[in-house]
């Protein structure tokens, strides 16, 4: 992940006295980790949950049952319930989720091992991407959280 678009967003969010949280799945903390390198996180960074069964993805950030029944926990309609969740939870301006398949196993028809969605909202906008990274487990996580940090400095409008 580039430390330019880090470093932007903590620019932008200390700038303008706003907070962020996450929700990760299959990147299992790596994106917060990523957002907090840089000294002075702790002014902007809320919180994250890493919420890896589809139960605690409902009891903990309210993901429908329903959404994961229709759609599965590897979908975009679920990363946006996943955002949605968190920037309810943590009570932050921003939030940003993830959720996908890191491999090696896990892969169903449809969902091959490197598929990631990836949602971002303020609560007036929400963008969602679903993604298709290569390579290896850690390969897709590393891709995978630099994608919900672009997707998030996009909403920012970095």
Do not use: W
Not at 94 to 116: E, L, N, Q, R, S
């Amino acid at each position: 992940m580039s430390g330019m678009i880090r470093d932007g967003i903590h620019e932008l969010l200390v700038g303008r006295g706003a907070t962020v949280s996450l929700a990760e799945s299959c990147t299992g903390g790596l994106a917060g980790y990523l957002l907090t390198m840089r000294p002075g996180a702790s002014g902007f960074f809320v919180g994250s949950a890493v919420v890896y069964s589809n139960e605690a993805k409902e009891r903990v950030l309210g993901v429908s049952a329903a959404t994961l029944e229709a759609f599965g926990a590897v979908s975009p309609e679920t990363a946006v319930e996943m955002a949605v969740g968190a920037r309810r939870l943590f009570g932050s301006d921003y939030a940003a989720a993830v959720t996908g398949i890191a491999g090696p196993d896990g892969a169903t028809d449809g969902k091959p091992v490197g598929m990631v969605c990836i949602a971002a909202t303020d609560g007036r906008e929400t963008l969602v991407r679903e993604n298709r990274f290569g390579g290896d487990r850690e390969a897709v996580r590393q891709a995978s959280a630099a994608a919900t940090l672009s997707l998030l400095a996009e909403l920012m409008g970095l």
